[in-house]
């Protein structure tokens, strides 16, 4: 986390691309090129499909900014350039990403300029988070199958962790793991709470590998083969796994995309609530009565009820 303003994060950002040449809002008169200017378009309340990186998207409800950063440079290369320069730079920034892109060119100044707009989500919002805590009951689950999964694979996979829809880049070959639902299992009869979960390993290989059709399809195999019968050394906490499912995912295509295949599973856990320190209330003396004669306005009627001894 940082204290810095959106804005200043965005102009540091830039300083790295083109030194002392990054100007909120306008240029001045007679600048250096190449340059860039950065400024606010505009801030709403937004519903829409939102995530740093392509695997899944989510929906996202909330104020969202939208920031237009113009770069101006001559030759056109030399903009184009300092494009993917730029882009690199901000998102560094936490919660930026890219929403469009289009070149244009300044017949005054006889420059090009490529013009970029940003969207950010909740910058303006003044909450402060508090610290989450921790919360027990399902993370040492995905934990166990990601120890497994990392000690099977070792350094095979370039990227392997739980799904993080703000948490970029996606570098392949890449098993990402992700809690997709859950419902209450059947009763275990010993206080325990029964948990179905519904488990995805997202597999990916970069498109750009040669024979990267036949490595993804490789890579889900082993990952379908590893599910099988695992429960992760959990022992009791967890049954094996249920209606295990490979198929193929969305594909990402380019130069930097990924083919994607997904294996799927059902698996019951056996979650321990935390003991509640209250003891629980024992009356000392225990009163019934017949109906209608209850309530406190039949309060005489009620009769004390012995207790019987166990044998």
């Known amino acids: 986390m940082t204290d810095l303003l959106i804005e200043e994060q965005i102009a540091a950002a830039l300083d790295t691309v083109i030194p002392d040449q990054a100007w909120p809002v306008i240029l001045p008169q007679n600048p250096e090129y190449p340059a860039i200017t950065y400024h606010r378009l505009n801030y709403e309340i937004k519903s829409d499909q939102w995530s740093l990186n392509p695997l899944q998207l989510r929906n996202a409800n909330g104020p969202r900014s939208l920031f237009q950063v113009v770069i101006y440079a001559h030759p056109y290369t030399l903009c184009a350039k300092l494009l993917r320069e730029v882009k690199a730079a901000l998102e560094t920034v936490p919660g930026m990403q890219l929403d469009s892109v289009q070149d244009g060119y300044e017949f005054e100044q006889s420059i090009y300029a490529i013009i970029t707009e940003w969207t950010v989500w909740g910058d303006l919002e003044t909450r402060i988070q508090d610290d989450p805590g921790d919360w027990p009951l ?26 993080d829809p703000a948490q970029r880049p996606l570098v392949a070959p890449a098993i ?80 930097h995309g990924h083919n994607h295949w997904t294996v799927s599973w059902d698996q019951m856990l056996y979650v321990t609530l935390k003991a509640d320190s209250t003891p629980p209330f024992c009356p000392d003396e225990c009163y019934s009565s017949f109906e209608p004669a209850t309530g406190e306005t039949f309060e005489e009627c009620y009769e004390l009820i012995e207790p019987e001894e166990t044998p």
């Open 138 to 163: 399902v993370k040492p689950y995905a934990d166990a199958i990601l120890s497994n999964l990392t000690a099977h694979f070792t350094d095979r996979v370039t990227t392997l962790r739980f799904h």
């Open 176 to 255: 990402i793991l992700d809690l997709e639902s859950f419902a209450l299992g059947e009763d275990p009869g010993d206080g325990r709470v029964p948990v179905q979960a519904s488990w995805t390993l997202h597999c990916l290989m970069p498109q750009s590998a040669e024979n990267s059709e036949i490595l993804v399809r490789s890579l889900a195999a082993e990952v379908f083969a590893l599910v099988q019968f695992n429960k992760w050394q959990l022992g009791k906490e967890t049954d094996f796994p249920e209606n295990l499912d490979a198929s193929q995912g969305t594909l990402w295509p380019g130069m």
